[in-house]
C-alpha cells in the first residue's frame, strides 16, 4: 500500500508525504521540479564560470585589473560558486600572460575569501559597504607591499594609481552586486531601475573589453558585439538608454586599449539617433546607427573613411535581425516602466470587472428570483371555489346551526342547497339586491328562517366584498413589486453588461495630448485616454486648478479634440477639485446631435392653474427625455397627477429602467394611490443624440409634430390614459432625425381650443409649416398666439381646457 500511494494515482495522504519529501523519487511533478532547479543552476554556474573568465582577461592602463577583483567579491555576499569563481578568474588572468601582476590578485582574491569566512555569519556579513570596503583596502595594501618588494621603492606615482584602483574596486562592487541580483534572480525581476541598467551595461563592456582582439574575416568580434549591444540598447531602450550604452561602451573599450575620445562621441551619438527611429523596426534601427555613424565620420575627419567599420556595423545589423522580437520585447519589459504600469493597469482592471460583473450577476438573479416569488404569490392569491365555500360556512353557522332543519338541508340535500345559495348570492351580485322572491327551489319551501339567512347573506357578503377589495388591492401591490423587482434585475442586468467592456488605454494618444499641451503652455500632472468597446474616447486630464479662467473649455478642449482627432466636449461634471490645488477634467467624445427646447403654457380658464406638466432632461448614454403630461381634468388636482407621472418618469428613466417597465411601474403606482379614478396621459420621446434615432411612447396623447425641411410629419399613437387599465401595452413609434427637425409636442386642450374638429391636426400642421424660425421657443409662442386668436362658437367655454406647448429643435453642431 506504501507504494502504490506513492504511484501517479495514489492516496492524498501519499501526495502529501511527497510534496513534504518523505520520498524525492515519487511523482512525475517531483522529478519535473528537480530537473528544473538543476538546470537553472547549470545556469548561472556557466554565466559565473564565463563571466569570471572574461572579467579576468579585462585590463586597463596595461597592468591594472581591478575588475575580477570586484566581481569575485560581489560573488561572495552570494554564497554559491566561490571555488569555481576563484579558478575561473584565475584562468582569464593566465590566458592573457599579465605576468607578476597575477600573484598580486590571487593573493588579494586569497585574503579576502579567508577575511569574508571570518565575519560572515556577523552583521558586517551583510553589509555592502564593508565588502566593498575590505576589497579596495585589501587591494592596496597588497599593491604598496608589493611595490615595496620590487626594486626601485614606491613613488608617489605608485600612490595615486593605488587610490584609483582601490577607487575603481570599490564602485564596481557595488556595480556588480546589481548586476548579479538583476541576473541571477531574473524569474523574481518585472522591471530594472536606472541604477541596474547602467551596471548591467558596465557589466557588458567589461565582458567584451575582456575578450581582446579575435578577428575573424578582417571582422573584429569585440567591435561587432559592442556594436550590436548598442542597437539593442537603442532598440529597447529608445534614446537615453541607446545614447547611455554608447558612451559607456565607447569609454571601456578606449580605456582597455588606446584612449579615443572621438570613439566615445561618436559611439553616443550614434547610440542616441539610433535610439530615435526604434519604432521603425530593427532593420531601421542598425540603418541609422550606420549613417549616423558616416556623418559623424564626414563631419569629424571631412573623409569618406568611417570611424567605426561599415562592415562591422552591418553585422551587427544582421545579428540583430535574427535576434526573434519576442526576445527582445522580454528584455524591454524589464526597462519601460510605463509598460509594466500599463499591464498591471490592464490586469487589475479585468480583475475588477470580473468580479463586479459577476457580483451584479448573482444581484440580478436575485432580484429576478424575487419579482417571480412575487408573481407566483399574485397567481396563488386569486378568489376561488374556497372562498364561496367558507362565505355558506359563515352563513349556515351563523343562521342554520341551530335550526331543526340542519341535518336535512346541509347534510341529506347538500348539493341542492350549497347550489340554491350559490345563486342567491349570484343574484345578489348581479343585481344589488336580494328579496324572498328571488329564492327557488326547495330552500324557499321548507326554509323556517329566510329573514334571518337573507340578512345574514347580506350581512357576510358585505363583508366578503370589503375583503374581496383589499385582497385585489394587496394583489395589485403584490404585482407592482414583481414588475419594480423585475425592472430593478433588468436595470442591475444592464449595468453588469456594461461594465463587462474592453477598456483599452492608448497610451501614444497620452503622450500626444500631454506633449501639445505643454507646447500650449499647459502643465499637466497626469493624461489618462481610454477607448470604450463601442469605440468612443474619454480623456481624464490631472492639473494645476486653474482659478475658474475655465481653461477647460478655453484651451484644452481644442487642443485634446485636434490631438486625437474627434470633437470632444466636458462631461456633465467636467471639473473635479483635487486636494493640494489640482484639478480633474473629464473630456468626453461629443454627440452628433444638440437640442433647444421651448415652452408655452397657458392654464384654463375656469381655474387658473395649469394642470399639464413637462420635463426635457439629459440621460445616460447620449439620450435625451422630451415628456408630456395632462393630468385629468384641470386645476391642481390635475397638475398634482401630471406632476406625479412627470417625476415618476424621470426617476425611473434616470436609474436606467426600460421604457416598457418604467410605464407599467407607473400605471400601477396610480392605480394604487386613490380609490378615485385617476388617470394622465403620458407623451413621452426618447431622443439617442449620438445616432440619431427618436423613440415615440403616447399613452392617451395626442399627435405629435416634426418640422423637416419641406414638410410637416405627424406621428401618431392609440392607447387609453395611463391609470385605467391593470395592464398597459405601450407601443414606440422609431424614427429617424435629420439636421435642423424640430419636434412640436403638445396636450390635447391646444386642438380642443382650435374649434376646427377633425380639421384640427391639419390645421396645425399648416400653422407650423407656415414659421420658418430655428428659434423653438419662437415656435411655440407662435402655435400660442396662432391658438388663442381663434374664434369659438360659446365664448364662455372658450379655453377651458389647459394647454401646454413643448417645441424641441435637433441640429447638428459645426465642428
Aim: hydrophobic letters at 45%.
Amino acid at each position: 500500500m506504501e507504494k502504490q500511494g506513492y504511484s501517479y494515482y495514489g492516496t492524498i495522504a501519499a501526495a502529501d508525504r511527497v510534496t513534504s519529501g518523505l520520498n524525492r523519487k515519487s511523482t512525475p511533478g517531483t522529478r519535473y521540479t528537480g530537473t528544473k532547479k538543476k538546470y537553472g543552476y547549470i545556469l548561472s554556474t556557466v554565466f559565473i564560470v564565463l563571466s569570471c573568465f572574461f572579467m579576468g582577461r579585462a585590463f586597463i592602463l596595461e597592468n591594472i585589473a581591478p575588475f575580477c577583483l570586484a566581481f569575485y567579491s560581489a560573488i561572495l555576499s552570494r554564497q554559491r560558486g566561490r571555488l569555481v569563481a576563484f579558478v575561473s578568474v584565475l584562468g582569464g588572468m593566465l590566458s592573457v600572460s599579465i605576468g607578476g601582476f597575477i600573484f598580486k590578485y590571487a593573493l588579494a582574491m586569497g585574503f579576502l575569501f579567508l577575511i569574508y569566512n571570518l565575519v560572515e555569519k556577523t552583521r558586517l556579513g551583510n553589509s555592502k559597504f564593508f565588502l566593498a570596503f575590505m576589497t579596495a583596502s585589501i587591494l592596496s595594501l597588497i599593491s604598496l607591499v608589493y611595490k615595496a618588494i620590487i626594486p626601485g621603492g614606491i613613488l608617489f606615482y605608485d600612490y595615486m594609481l593605488t587610490a584609483f584602483e582601490a577607487a575603481i574596486v570599490f564602485a564596481l562592487v557595488y556595480v556588480f552586486d546589481n548586476v548579479l541580483s538583476a541576473v541571477l534572480d531574473v524569474k523574481k525581476r518585472r522591471i530594472l531601475s536606472n541604477e541596474e541598467l547602467i551596471s548591467i551595461g558596465i557589466f557588458a563592456a567589461l565582458i567584451i573589453a575582456g575578450m581582446w582582439e579575435v578577428v575573424t574575416f578582417n571582422l573584429s568580434l569585440r567591435n561587432i558585439l559592442s556594436i550590436l549591444f548598442i542597437i539593442i540598447a537603442a532598440h529597447i531602450g529608445g534614446v537615453g538608454l541607446g545614447a547611455a550604452m554608447g558612451i559607456l561602451m565607447g569609454l571601456v573599450l578606449s580605456m582597455a586599449a588606446q584612449p579615443d575620445p572621438i570613439l566615445i562621441a561618436v559611439l553616443g551619438v550614434c547610440g542616441l539617433i539610433a535610439g530615435t527611429f526604434r519604432e521603425m523596426g530593427k532593420i531601421f534601427t542598425g540603418l541609422t546607427f550606420l549613417l549616423a555613424n558616416a556623418l559623424m565620420s564626414f563631419y569629424i575627419s571631412s573623409s569618406t573613411v568611417t570611424i567605426v567599420s561599415f562592415r562591422e556595423i552591418l553585422a551587427s545589423s544582421i545579428l540583430l535581425v535574427l535576434i526573434p522580437q519576442k526576445a527582445l520585447s522580454h528584455l524591454r519589459q524589464f526597462l519601460d516602466y510605463s509598460l509594466m504600469r500599463f499591464r498591471e493597469q490592464n490586469f487589475y482592471i479585468n480583475k475588477m470587472q470580473e468580479l463586479t460583473v459577476g457580483r451584479l450577476g448573482e444581484f440580478s438573479r436575485v432580484f429576478k428570483e424575487l419579482s417571480a416569488a412575487f408573481g407566483n404569490i399574485s397567481q396563488k392569491a386569486r378568489t376561488g371555489q374556497d372562498d364561496i365555500a367558507k362565505l355558506f360556512d359563515i352563513i349556515s353557522s351563523q343562521v342554520c346551526h341551530s335550526c331543526a332543519l340542519y341535518s336535512s338541508c346541509w347534510e341529506r340535500d347538500f348539493c341542492s342547497t350549497y347550489k340554491e345559495m350559490f345563486d342567491m348570492v349570484t343574484i345578489l351580485e348581479s343585481e344589488g339586491v336580494l328579496e324572498k322572491k328571488d329564492i327557488k327551489g326547495q330552500l324557499a319551501n321548507k326554509c323556517i328562517n329566510m329573514d334571518k339567512l337573507l340578512e345574514s347573506i347580506y350581512q357576510v357578503y358585505g363583508i366578503y366584498k370589503s375583503n374581496l377589495k383589499w385582497k385585489s388591492k394587496i394583489e395589485e401591490c403584490r404585482q407592482l413589486v414583481a414588475q419594480q423587482l423585475e425592472g430593478v434585475s433588468t436595470v442591475v442586468e444592464q449595468l453588469a453588461r456594461e461594465l463587462d467592456i474592453s477598456i483599452e488605454f492608448k497610451k501614444d494618444l497620452e503622450e500626444a495630448v500631454t506633449i501639445e499641451l505643454d507646447k500650449a503652455g499647459i502643465r499637466v500632472k497626469e493624461v489618462l485616454v481610454i477607448q470604450k468597446s463601442n469605440g468612443s474616447m474619454e480623456v481624464n486630464i490631472r492639473k494645476d486648478s486653474c482659478s475658474g479662467r475655465r481653461d477647460c473649455t478655453r484651451k484644452i478642449q481644442k487642443i485634446v479634440s485636434r490631438t486625437i482627432g474627434r470633437r470632444m466636449t466636458p462631461s456633465q461634471t467636467p471639473c473635479t477639485a483635487l486636494s493640494k490645488g489640482e484639478c480633474m477634467l473629464n473630456l468626453v467624445e461629443a454627440k452628433e446631435f444638440q437640442v433647444s427646447t421651448g415652452i408655452a403654457r397657458k392654464a384654463g380658464q375656469s381655474s387658473g392653474i395649469c394642470g399639464d406638466s413637462y420635463s426635457f432632461n439629459p440621460l445616460a448614454d447620449g439620450k435625451y427625455m422630451l415628456a408630456l403630461s395632462d393630468g385629468m381634468g384641470i386645476g391642481s388636482k390635475a397638475a398634482d397627477e401630471s406632476r406625479a407621472v412627470i417625476s415618476l418618469l424621470e426617476n425611473f428613466l434616470e436609474a436606467g429602467f426600460d421604457m416598457d417597465t418604467t410605464i407599467r411601474s407607473i400605471n400601477s403606482t396610480l392605480l394604487l394611490r386613490s380609490q378615485d379614478e385617476i388617470f394622465a396621459t403620458v407623451d413621452l420621446c426618447l431622443l439617442d443624440l449620438i445616432s440619431g434615432n427618436a423613440d415615440f411612447v403616447k399613452i392617451g396623447a395626442v399627435s405629435t409634430f416634426i418640422k423637416r425641411k419641406d414638410y410637416v410629419e405627424v406621428v401618431k399613437a392609440s392607447s387609453l390614459p395611463i391609470g385605467i387599465l391593470d395592464n398597459v401595452q405601450p407601443e414606440a413609434v422609431s424614427l429617424k432625425l435629420r439636421d435642423e427637425d424640430m419636434i412640436i409636442m403638445i396636450t390635447d386642450g391646444v386642438l380642443d381650443n382650435t374649434a376646427k374638429g377633425k380639421e384640427a391636426e391639419r390645421w396645425l400642421a399648416g400653422i407650423i409649416d407656415s414659421l420658418d424660425t430655428r428659434n423653438p421657443q419662437e415656435m411655440a409662442d407662435y402655435i400660442m398666439e396662432s391658438v388663442l386668436k381663434m374664434e369659438t362658437g360659446d365664448r364662455s367655454k372658450a379655453f377651458g381646457d389647459d394647454m401646454t406647448i413643448m417645441a424641441t429643435r435637433v441640429w447638428k453642431p459645426i465642428i
